[in-house]
Nanobody, 121 residues
Framework: QVQLVESGGGLVQPGGSLRLSCSASGRISRIVGMAWYRQAPGKQRELVASITSDGTTNYRDSIKGRFTISRDNANNTVYLQTNSLEPEDTAVYFC???????????????WGQGTQVTVSS
């Protein structure tokens, strides 16, 4: 059983920062890719940033230069440093990972339960 557990969300004023963390636990052979998504009320879930096992990153245009994704492969953890937060960044942020449970098994996709980020004065 694989679990992704996020932490680090909260209430922050515009211009503030938060560091989100997501740790994967369970029987894991290899984490191929990790990503952060977000979903605001009444809107579709959208990809925020992703990172491959070799560190290649990808960001949506609206957060480029403000957010940074990183990962700790040894601890199966992905981070999202969010700076210069804007009210439009308010959403539930979800961790997502493509994981191989065994060396020979196919890649499976997993989601965390989400952490709320609220940007408001």
């Amino acid at each position: 059983q694989v679990q992704l557990v996020e932490s680090g969300g909260g209430l922050v004023q515009p211009g503030g920062s938060l560091r989100l963390s997501c740790s994967a636990s369970g029987r894991i052979s290899r984490i191929v890719g990790m990503a952060w998504y977000r979903q605001a009320p009444g809107k579709q879930r959208e990809l925020v940033a992703s990172i491959t096992s070799d560190g290649t990153t990808n960001y949506r245009d609206s957060i480029k230069g403000r957010f940074t994704i990183s990962r700790d492969n040894a601890n199966n953890t992905v981070y999202l440093q969010t700076n210069s937060l804007e009210p439009e960044d308010t959403a539930v942020y979800f961790c997502n990972a493509d994981i191989k449970l065994f060396w020979s098994s196919p890649v499976r996709n997993y989601w965390g339960q989400g952490t709320q980020v609220t940007v408001s004065s």
